[in-house]
């Protein structure tokens, strides 16, 4: 369950998920204000940061 940096609003389920190195990556787009993020957890299933899409500049942290 992903949390949208942007106005809170808790998601049930990520779009897609993958592995990324050390990280496993849960894709969500907010139900409520259409952000898309990213969080990235580490081995122990930890949630490491969130990368959010930002018009023009791509994928920041949020």
């Given at each position: 369950m992903g949390k949208?940096?942007?106005?809170?609003?808790?998601?049930?389920?990520?779009?897609?998920?993958?592995?990324?190195?050390?990280?496993?990556?849960?894709?969500?787009t907010c139900g409520?204000?259409?952000?898309?993020?990213?969080?990235?957890?580490?081995?122990?299933?930890?949630?490491?940061?969130?990368?959010?899409?930002?018009?023009?500049?791509?994928?920041?942290?949020?």
């Amino acid at each position: 369950m992903g949390k949208c940096p942007n106005c809170g609003f808790v998601n049930s389920s990520p779009v897609k998920n993958w592995r990324y190195g050390v990280f496993t990556v849960q894709a969500y787009t907010c139900g409520k204000c259409g952000t898309q993020y990213r969080e990235y957890y580490d081995k122990s299933g930890k949630l490491s940061f969130i990368l959010k899409l930002q018009k023009g500049k791509g994928y920041v942290k949020a």
